[in-house]
């Protein structure tokens, strides 16, 4: 029986030394110390020993299965310590590695351009200005020396909310509304960007929705020369300071006379292109002297007072600076598109 159980105490410890994990060390456990284990089994068999020889056996048995029950506390402790330290290789945070970036927007390029063009103006002492976009007939319109009826309101047909009010077909209203809070006391010198609305089919060159910025001085002894300068400085300073710049007589019915500028082409310096249409300009605002009856409406003395303004369309000054080809990016939230302006900011 001795022999029995040191057999017995010899295959457990070497399967205890065997166990690559927790469980196959659970499972020896089981199978030796058990009560229906091997070695309980053998000690089932004292009835048949003297008096002399039981109590020895039972201590060998209780020996031996505390033996056993150490070798697996032990081989316990190593395979835990063993399977964190695994876990901590495989968890290793590697320093080396680049870190994930945070994804930041950025300004929209129409936004930029704006700003652009509004850090010029105030810079040379104009004031931004602001109006309503659902607007009545009266400002965009009348104020404006467009009579009801009259065939100039064809090219800016809009959307009506009723008769009198309208979506505001371009940023003209916010002059007539600042002019009229002057009470017929110059100077006045603002610009107003802002969004405007037209009848348009959406096309590559048109939107029912697109931007505007217009300025306006009005003051004593304001001439075309004026006018001039300012368009100048603003040419080079938005589109580069080798551009040149050409006025061509125009209409609109708020300014008299009225002019058409035109940038010299940045491709062909006037050589002719595809760009400018083979004529070596391109066309950039509307501008003109500000029409008697707008200044007579608003409550200024066309005889003292004289002004000029003009107007231009961020989209279209984005479009040529940018090299843009089709207005409704700027409309359609196309993340590839805005993101080309981020390297820029
Ligand atoms: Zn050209």
């Given at each position: 029986?001795?022999?029995?159980?040191?057999?017995?105490?010899?295959?457990?410890?070497?399967?205890?030394?065997?166990?690559?994990?927790l469980?196959?060390?659970?499972?020896v456990?089981?199978s030796?110390?058990?009560?229906k284990?091997?070695?309980?089994?053998?000690?089932?068999?004292?009835g048949k020993?003297?008096?002399?020889e039981?109590?020895?056996?039972?201590?060998?048995?209780?020996?031996?299965?505390?033996?056993?029950?150490?070798?697996?506390?032990?081989?316990?402790?190593?395979?835990?310590?063993?399977?964190?330290?695994?876990?901590?290789e495989?968890?290793?945070?590697?320093?080396?590695?680049?870190?994930?970036?945070?994804?930041?927007?950025?300004?929209?390029?129409?936004?930029?351009?704006?700003?652009?063009?509004?850090?010029?103006?105030?810079?040379m002492?104009?004031?931004?200005?602001?109006?309503?976009?659902?607007?009545?007939?009266?400002?965009?319109?009348?104020?404006?020396?467009?009579?009801?009826?009259?065939?100039?309101?064809?090219?800016?047909?809009?959307?009506?909310?009723?008769?009198?009010?309208?979506?505001?077909?371009?940023?003209?209203?916010?002059?007539?509304?600042?002019?009229k809070?002057?009470?017929?006391?110059?100077?006045?010198?603002?610009?107003?960007?802002?969004?405007?609305?037209?009848?348009?089919?959406?096309?590559?060159?048109?939107?029912?929705?697109?931007?505007?910025?217009?300025?306006?001085?009005?003051?004593?002894?304001?001439t075309?020369?004026?006018?001039?300068?300012t368009?100048?400085?603003?040419?080079?300073?938005?589109?580069?300071?080798?551009?040149?710049?050409?006025?061509?007589?125009?209409?609109?019915?708020?300014?008299?006379?009225?002019?058409?500028?035109?940038?010299?082409?940045?491709?062909?310096?006037?050589?002719?292109?595809?760009?400018?249409?083979?004529?070596?300009?391109i066309?950039?605002?509307?501008?003109?002297?500000?029409?008697?009856?707008?200044?007579?409406?608003?409550?200024?003395?066309?005889?003292?007072?004289?002004?000029?303004?003009?107007?231009?369309?961020?989209?279209?000054?984005?479009?040529l600076?940018y090299?843009?080809?089709?207005i409704?990016y700027?409309y359609?939230?196309?993340?590839?598109?805005?993101?080309?302006?981020?390297?820029?900011?």
């Open positions: 029986m001795e022999q029995k159980l040191k057999e017995l105490e010899r295959k457990a410890l070497e399967e205890v030394r065997a166990a690559s994990d469980k196959e060390l659970n499972q456990r089981v030796y110390l058990g009560k284990g091997p070695i309980t089994e053998v000690l089932r068999g004292m020993l003297s008096a002399e039981r109590p020895k056996m039972g201590a060998l048995g209780n020996m031996i299965r505390e033996t056993i029950t150490k070798a697996i506390e032990n081989k316990n402790v190593e395979l835990e310590n063993e399977a964190v330290a695994k876990k901590l495989a968890e290793t945070i590697d320093v080396t590695l680049p870190g994930r970036s945070v994804a930041t927007g950025n300004r929209h390029p129409l936004t930029k351009i704006i700003e652009e063009i509004e850090d010029l103006f105030i810079g002492g104009y004031k931004i200005a602001e109006g309503p976009e659902v607007e009545q007939d009266y400002y965009n319109f009348e104020a404006l020396n467009f009579p009801k009826g009259h065939p100039s309101r064809d090219m800016q047909d809009s959307f009506y909310i009723t008769e009198e009010i309208l979506m505001r077909t371009h940023t003209s209203p916010v002059q007539a509304r600042t002019m809070k002057h009470e017929g006391k110059g100077p006045v010198k603002i610009i107003c960007p802002g969004k405007v609305y037209r009848r348009d089919n959406d096309d590559a060159t048109h939107s029912h929705q697109f931007m505007q910025i217009e300025g306006l001085v009005v003051d004593e002894n304001i075309m020369g004026d006018l001039k300068g368009l100048e400085v603003f040419a080079k300073k938005i589109f580069g300071a080798d551009r040149e710049i050409r006025l061509r007589p125009s209409f609109f019915p708020f300014t008299e006379p009225s002019v058409e500028m035109d940038i010299s082409c940045k491709i062909c310096h006037g050589e002719g292109c595809r760009v400018c249409k083979q004529t070596g300009w066309e950039v605002l509307g501008a003109g002297m500000v029409h008697p009856n707008v200044l007579e409406m608003a409550g200024f003395d066309s005889k003292k007072y004289t002004g000029f303004a003009f107007g231009m369309g961020p989209d279209r000054i984005a479009m600076k090299g843009i080809e089709d409704r700027f359609t939230n196309d993340i590839r598109f805005l993101k080309q302006f981020a390297v820029q900011e």
